[in-house]
């Protein structure tokens, strides 16, 4: 396992390198990166050979974005591309030929789900998927043919945590290499390669644009195999990211790490107070759970648990519906990691096409409520869900006034 390079800590280390992402150093140069929308660069010579060529295979606002991803995890310049999903793509088809196995966390992204159940079996790729927080189930689960162990941590919705260290030891042993969807807490606040992974996967469109403005995903690793292999692919597939998403993500990137810390403490505090609400069935957060979750939390991301929370609420599909459509300052979307505070109901929206008894299985009833917390002040957010939970008991007047009231009622 790779030593932990920096000797800070992973939200430091983040604010001491992105708030200079790009600035320029020499006389007159711009300060801010500028956006290079040329697909084509010049040469003065036939045969030589000029950092960028064509923007299909490298291109210098993209470059610039990735020198910045890769510096936040002490590793080589990231690979981009346009969406997380072409990211997790390429990874499979960098890593993957027809025969080989991969080992999956059930409770990863949809889209992670859909691609290796649905496109990657086509190509004569198989997988099993495990409940990546008992390690024994991933052990169990390598095949001689397992070439990849991809998890995701926390998990998406119910935010449950797996032991990146302990997964990365089952994988190594098995020689496979293990991918880690960082998505939800990205380098600011954990740092998967530092703990032992192989590789961190991020959808950019989440927390590290966190304006809603620009799709991307990124791939981080310091093995230089890994790397080039992805590129290849990236530049066979055509799948790199446009320079204007790359110049709106490097731009989200400057202010990530104290956008993520705010919004880290503020969750915290929701889902500390949703725990002592009475129609709240059940509060999901990073470390909330029990004591092993809280110091495991703590060895992985020391500086903050996330800004999504979820929960349930009492009365099933009605109820979720109710709370979800009588608040004013939460936006229903399908979506996290922006600057507002956001809500989804995964049962009729992220998994709506997951079939009811798997999602039962992977702890998604009816009456979750999952919420991506803004920068909004915490008092304004709880008001909100205060409209939401008397939708559902009709135990409280509204107002202002009445809202200590409410929590105390609730
Ligand atoms: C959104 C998301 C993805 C996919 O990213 P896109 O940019 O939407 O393609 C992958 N993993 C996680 C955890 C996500 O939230």
Redo the contacts with the bound molecule.
């Keep these: 396992m790779r030593k932990s390079i920096s000797a800070h800590s992973p939200i430091d280390n983040a604010l001491r390198i992105c708030a200079g992402i790009g600035k320029g150093l020499g006389d007159g140069d711009p300060l801010v990166t500028p956006i290079v929308q040329s697909t084509t660069f010049t040469r003065t010579q036939v045969g030589s050979n000029p950092d960028h060529q064509y923007s299909r295979v490298s291109n210098p606002t993209v470059a610039a974005l990735e020198t910045a991803l890769g510096r936040l995890e002490d590793a080589l310049p990231a690979v981009c591309f346009t969406?997380?999903?072409?990211a997790?793509t390429a990874l499979f088809l960098a890593l993957l030929k027809s025969g080989d196995h991969v080992v999956c966390g059930r409770s990863?992204?949809g889209?992670?789900t859909r691609l290796l159940q649905q496109i990657l079996p086509e190509l004569g790729i198989s997988c099993t998927f495990i409940d990546s927080t008992k390690p024994a189930e991933v052990a169990d689960a390598i095949q001689q043919n397992t070439r990849l162990v991809f998890v995701?941590t926390p998990s998406?919705p119910t935010l449950e945590l797996t032991d990146i260290s302990a997964i990365a030891a089952i994988a190594h042993k098995a020689r496979a290499l293990l991918a880690v969807?960082n998505?939800?807490l990205t380098a600011a606040l954990q740092r998967p390669l530092d703990l032992g992974a192989d590789i961190s996967?991020y959808?950019?469109?989440?927390f590290i644009d966190g304006h809603s403005v620009a799709?991307?995903?990124a791939l981080v690793s310091s093995n230089k195999d890994v790397l080039d292999r992805l590129r290849f692919i990236r530049k066979c597939t055509g799948a790199i990211q446009t320079p204007f998403d790359a110049w709106l993500t490097i731009n989200g990137l400057k202010t990530l790490p104290i956008r993520i810390a705010q919004q880290s403490r503020t969750a915290e505090a929701i889902a500390r107070w949703l725990s002592s609400q009475g129609v709240v069935a059940s509060v999901y957060y990073p470390g909330l759970n029990d004591e092993s979750d809280e110091s495991l939390a703590r060895r992985q991301h020391p500086d903050g648990n996330g800004a999504v929370v979820s929960f349930e609420v009492e009365g099933g599909i009605e109820a979720g519906k109710r709370f979800v459509e009588s608040l004013e300052l939460c936006t229903l979307v399908e979506h996290?990691?922006s600057v507002e505070t956001l809500i989804t109901h995964p049962a009729s929206m992220t998994h709506a096409d997951v079939p009811e008894n798997e999602r039962a299985e992977v702890g998604i009833s009816d009456g979750l409520l999952r919420l991506s917390v803004g920068l909004e002040p915490v008092e304004i957010i709880i008001e909100d869900l205060v409209r939401g939970l008397e939708s559902i008991t009709l135990s409280c007047s509204t107002g202002e006034s009445e809202v200590g009231t409410c929590l105390t009622n609730l």
């Design positions: 969406t997380g999903l072409a997790e990863v992204y889209g992670t995701e998406n969807d998505t939800f996967v959808s950019t469109t989440k799709l991307g995903g996290v990691g």
